[in-house]
Structures are given as structure tokens and as C-alpha cells.
């Protein structure tokens, strides 16, 4: 369905953002990979679907470098067709206590560098007459927790910036929407099960069961892969007019 699409994903070298460039690569799509850590690993696994891979290592905190990101995907593939702003972070505290560089790092990487690859890509889509603009925020971006002021405002804000790009859009083949996850098991949680073992001395087991029953009625994880198809149908003929939605995959915890 893919084929000949280009989709770039912030933050694919692990998890979510992984599981996204997975589905888009499954369905033919050329994909850029962006991320720290392991980057042979998860280019192996995109390019074993039949993709053509690039990868590009921009700090998503860094306008210079989103730029950068930006023109290498145009230099090597022609134009992003599909942008996936997926790269974030998480850090735990009360406002009082909450780290002044951890806020500004949320507020960049988990809001403002969708701002900055929106801006840099939407020129080409809207030439083309085609785009997709896929948000990974969070059903943080919908609802609050307790000790996560700057991801819950970062992710709030992500969701807004969803509406007004698909408003300013609207009457053209360039849609955005927002993906609001519940919890995903992926490193950034492991993070947050592992810091809830050791805080209660309970097994990791145990914290991932507790940390399921205080938000999460369907008491299950939600799953990359999960998240790919949400984004695959965002990308299909039939996402044609879902425009500025923010929807949520979160076990039913936003509908409390
Ligand atoms: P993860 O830690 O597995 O992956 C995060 C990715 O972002 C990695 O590839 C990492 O290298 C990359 N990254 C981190 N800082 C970066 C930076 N400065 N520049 C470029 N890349 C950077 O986490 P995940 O759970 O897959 O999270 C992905 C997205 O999904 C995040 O935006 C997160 O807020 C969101 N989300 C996660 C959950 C969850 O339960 N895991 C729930 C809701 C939303």
C-alpha cells in the first residue's frame, strides 16, 4: 500500500517508534531511522521487510540537527511523505522537585522537535498534494498523573499542535492526527516498573501488575505492534478525512 512512500520516524531505534517503522515498512514504504543506542540492529530488522533504510542520528533536541535530519531524508529519498514524531522521554518528579534541564529536555524532545520536522516537511506534502503526519503523544496528552508535569504538559501540547496542523491543512491530502498510548512495555516503562520494585521491594512481575491496575482497566499492555496498524490505518485510504484526532489505544484509561 507503501510502495514508493517514504517515512521518516523520530526515535525508531527502539519500542514504539520501532514498531511503527515496522508496520510502514511491512506494507513497502522506504523508511529513515533516527535514534541513539543500537542503530545495526534495528536497521537489520526494518531492511528484512523489504525496505530501503536510512538512518540519521539528529538529537531531537537540537534544531540544527532536526534540520539536518530533514535534508539528508530529502537528499537520499526525494521527499518525507510520511513523518512520524515518535522520539520522547520520560522523566519522575513532583513540580518541586523537578530537574529545570529535565523539563526543558521533555518540553524539546517530546514537543517542540515535532514543531521543527513539521515546519521542515510540510512544504514537499503539500506540493505533492499528499502527507502524513502521524504525533506519538500519550493518553498523557488527554489525562494527567501525578510527578509527570513536563511530559503531560509536552504531551498536551503535542495534541494540540496535532488540531492546528490538521486545520491548516484541512483542504489539502496533508492529514496529522495524534496516537495517545496507554502503557506500552517498552524500555522508557521498564524505566518506571523497574523504579516501583525497587521503591515498594516487590517483584518486577508484581510492579508491572500494580502498575496496570492503578490506570489500565484492560489490566494489558498495549504493543508496538498494536501501535504500527493504528498507523498503517492513518496512512490507508480510509484515513483520508481523519483529520486532528486524538486517539487514544490505552486499555480504557482515558474513559474513566
Ligand atoms: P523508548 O525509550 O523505547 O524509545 C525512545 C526512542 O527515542 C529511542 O529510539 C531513543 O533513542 C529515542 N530518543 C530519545 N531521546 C532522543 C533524542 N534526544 N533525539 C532522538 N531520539 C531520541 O520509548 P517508547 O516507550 O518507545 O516511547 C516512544 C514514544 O511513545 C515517546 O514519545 C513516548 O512518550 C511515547 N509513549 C510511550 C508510552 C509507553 O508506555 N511506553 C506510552 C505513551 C506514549
Not at 514537499?124 to 502524513?132: E, K, L, P
Not at 513536563?150 to 492546528?164: F, N
Amino acid at each position: 500500500m507503501l510502495k514508493g512512500k517514504t517515512a521518516l520516524v523520530t526515535g525508531s531505534t527502539s519500542g514504539i517508534g520501532l514498531g511503527i517503522a515496522k508496520a510502514l515498512a511491512a506494507q513497502g514504504a522506504n523508511i529513515v531511522i533516527n535514534g541513539f543506542g543500537d542503530v545495526e540492529g534495528p536497521k537489520a530488522e526494518v531492511a528484512a521487510l523489504g525496505a530501503r533504510v536510512g538512518y540519521h542520528g539528529a538529537d531531537m533536541s537540537k534544531p540544527a540537527e532536526i534540520a539536518d535530519m530533514m535534508a539528508y531524508a530529502a537528499a537520499q529519498f526525494g521527499c518525507v511523505d510520511i513523518l512520524v514524531n515518535n522520539a520522547g522521554i520520560q522523566h519522575v518528579a513532583r513540580v518541586e522537585n523537578f530537574p529545570v534541564e529535565r523539563w526543558d529536555a521533555i518540553i524539546a524532545i517530546n514537543m517542540s522537535s515535532a514543531f521543527h520536522t513539521t515546519r521542515l516537511a510540510l512544504p514537499a506534502m503539500q506540493a505533492a498534494g499528499w502527507g502524513r503526519i502521524i504525533n506519538v503523544a500519550s493518553v498523557h496528552g488527554l489525562v494527567a498523573s501525578a510527578e509527570k508535569s513536563a511530559y503531560v504538559t509536552a504531551k498536551h501540547g503535542l495534541v494540540g499542535l496535532t488540531k492546528v496542523i490538521a486545520l491548516e491543512n484541512a483542504t489539502t491530502g496533508v492529514t496529522c492526527n495524534a496516537i495517545c498510548p496507554g502503557w506500552v512495555l517498552t524500555p522508557l516503562v521498564q524505566k518506571q516498573v523497574d523504579a516501583k520494585a525497587a521503591a515498594l521491594g516487590i517483584s518486577n512481575d508484581e510492579a508491572k501488575k500494580q502498575l496496570l491496575e492503578e490506570k489500565e482497566p484492560s489490566l494489558q499492555f498495549t504493543t508496538p505492534e498494536e501501535l504500527g496498524a493504528l498507523a498503517v490505518f492513518f496512512c490507508s485510504p480510509a484515513g483520508t478525512n481523519v483529520r486532528g484526532v486524538a486517539w487514544n489505544m490505552d486499555g480504557g484509561w482515558a474513559a474513566q
